[in-house]
């Protein structure tokens, strides 16, 4: 290793008070700093917004960056309550199906805690996400790098590789109106996004951004948000897929199932139109 290399690994963050993030899967960045932020537009006029207002939203993740993008909604009521279940699902799964699984099995997880909870009465919705880097190279699945070494190794591949894809799968789950079994609506949704790194970032740009921890808690150890931006030389897809979760995905996946929930019309519209087929 050089000694440049050297040094950068031998680094240490300059404010001990402001200490980054552990290489911890379930960990997420200290928010130490407040940033400006603009201010908002007048919330949506959706029907399914207006609706969605006056319950419980719950997002079953611990991401910032999720809650963040989600809060654009306007969603007075919205909740973070992160799933405990291990994701644990085979990596030998096809990427999608695993994103997916993994997406699905959070949901459920936070519906069957939550659907008992009688001080804080039903859930309204109930939304979860996952998102994986897919080294398509390689075909190997990255989450969260592991340690620094790991972080290191990580980036040095996806930029070896130079097209890598980012793929987010998103769950909904609604109790049904008419409570009929199995009581709630359920609708999933992928999203795909391709990312082109830059083939001529060197070691020690990696090597850099690395001792930031900007990526430490997050799939495939950058953020395109912020700083990890400078290793991206484009993308085709959704921007805020790579984020972490495609809003306008997620809002028609909202509609779905917030329509889908609603069955009662259906159920009694099939009732009558059985018991005028008998009567005939």
């Known amino acids: 290793m050089s000694d440049s290399k050297q040094s950068l690994l031998n680094f240490s963050p300059a404010d001990p008070s402001d200490p980054p993030p552990a290489y911890d899967p379930t960990g997420t960045t200290p928010q130490s700093t407040k940033r400006l932020s603009l201010p908002r537009p007048p919330p949506l006029n959706l029907p399914v917004l207006t609706t969605l207002r006056s319950q419980r939203v719950i997002l079953a993740s611990a991401s910032p960056r999720r809650r963040q993008i989600l809060s654009q909604l306007g969603l007075p009521n919205l909740e973070v309550i992160p799933s405990n279940t291990p994701e644990d699902f085979p990596k030998t799964m096809e990427p999608f199906e695993y994103v997916l699984a993994t997406a699905t099995e959070k949901a459920q997880a936070v519906y069957r805690q939550e659907i008992q909870n009688e001080a804080r009465g039903e859930p309204g919705l109930i939304l979860a996400a996952d998102t994986i880097i897919v080294d398509t190279s390689a075909g190997r699945i990255l989450e969260k790098p592991r340690s620094e070494a790991d972080h290191w190794a990580m980036l040095r591949a996806l930029r070896d590789a130079g097209h890598h894809k980012v793929y987010t799968a998103m769950c909904a789950m609604a109790p049904l109106v008419s409570a009929r079994d199995p009581g709630y609506a359920l609708?999933?949704?992928?999203?795909?996004?391709?990312?082109?790194?830059?083939?001529?970032?060197?070691?020690?740009?990696?090597?850099?951004?690395?001792?930031?921890?900007?990526?430490?808690?997050?799939?495939?150890?950058?953020?395109?948000?912020?700083?990890?931006?400078?290793?991206?030389?484009?993308?085709?897809?959704?921007?805020?897929?790579?984020?972490?979760?495609?809003?306008?995905?997620?809002?028609?996946?909202?509609?779905?199932?917030?329509?889908?929930?609603?069955?009662?019309?259906?159920?009694?519209?099939?009732?009558?139109?059985?018991?005028?087929?008998?009567?005939?």
Request: glycine fraction near 12%; charge should be negative; charged fraction near 35%.
């Open 187 to 280: 609708e999933t949704a992928l999203e795909e996004t391709d990312v082109k790194f830059d083939q001529g970032v060197s070691d020690e740009m990696l090597l850099a951004y690395v001792k930031t921890r900007e990526g430490a808690d997050k799939a495939g150890g950058y953020g395109l948000q912020g700083l990890g931006s400078i290793l991206v030389e484009r993308i085709e897809g959704s921007w805020d897929n790579v984020v972490g979760l495609p809003l306008r995905a997620a809002l028609q996946l909202m509609e779905r199932v917030v329509a889908k929930a609603d069955d009662d019309d259906r159920l009694s519209g099939g009732e009558e139109d059985l018991s005028e087929d008998e009567e005939e």
